[in-house]
């Protein structure tokens, strides 16, 4: 968590692995974990991620079988809690 907040506090543009809001990546739009472009706004971006076409129906049969609604929910509060921080940390 150190070095994500250390990535967005000064901008940095770093590749990490983060959990965020997937839009339509490899057909799933949802909260999942990635490597990701980090800085001051977020996520910038998430990177390919170059898989068989076994390991993309081993992950959406996952995504199916964990509950999407919970999931997201946990997620996205989460997500909030984080920009909060970062907003309070920043303002001070």
């Known amino acids: 968590m150190e070095r994500i907040l250390e990535a967005i506090l000064r901008d940095e543009q770093a590749i990490l692995t ?6 339509e990546y490899h ?6 974990s990635g490597a990701s472009i980090v800085g001051r ?17 081993l992950l959406r049969r996952w995504r199916k079988s964990c509950g999407r609604a919970r999931a997201g929910w946990v997620l996205r509060k989460a997500y909030r809690s984080l920009l909060q921080y970062v907003h309070v940390t920043c303002t001070v």
């Open 27 to 32: 057909g799933i739009g949802e909260c999942a």
């Open 41 to 57: 706004e977020g996520v910038r971006e998430t990177l390919p991620l170059h898989i068989s076409d076994e390991e993309l129906a």
């Open 18 to 23: 983060v959990s965020s809001l997937l839009t």
